[in-house]
């Protein structure tokens, strides 16, 4: 059975940092595209970062550019995210996705994916 179990959510303020993990397991890990994903309250599921299934070739939203550092280690079947920087509008729940495609990652129809984890930024 996979299963994806993201933690290190919490409460930051502004400007502050977090660091997501995503555990993995029930798969291949190192076969596999990740990424991170993000929902905030009455909008749509958006795309955060992903990384390849090396791990060589990280690609960012636009909007977390320069703030976000998208790693994986395929050794302890883990993906990580490190958020600085962090803005009021980062607010979301996250997520952690697989898949063999990047089309289908890319296109948010993943076929993995972990429960969430809640990280809120006050102003």
């Known amino acids: 059975q996979v299963q994806l179990v993201e933690s290190g959510g919490g409460l930051v303020q502004s400007g502050g940092s977090l660091r997501l993990s995503c555990a993995a397991s029930?798969?291949?890990?190192?076969?596999?595209?990740a990424g991170w994903f993000r929902q905030a309250p009455g909008m749509e599921r958006e795309f955060v970062a992903r990384?390849?299934?090396?791990?060589?070739?990280?690609y960012y939203a636009d909007s977390v550019k320069g703030r976000f550092t998208i790693s994986r280690d395929n050794a302890k079947n883990t993906l990580y995210l490190q958020m600085n920087s962090l803005k009021p509008e980062d607010t979301a729940v996250y997520y952690c996705?697989?898949?063999?495609?990047?089309?289908?990652?890319?296109?948010?129809?993943?076929?993995?994916w972990g429960q969430g984890t809640q990280v809120t930024v006050s102003s």
């Open positions: 996705a697989a898949d063999r495609s990047t089309a289908q990652l890319m296109g948010v129809r993943a076929g993995y």
């Open positions: 029930g798969l291949t890990f190192s076969t596999y595209v």
């Open positions: 990384i390849s299934m090396s791990g060589s070739k990280p």
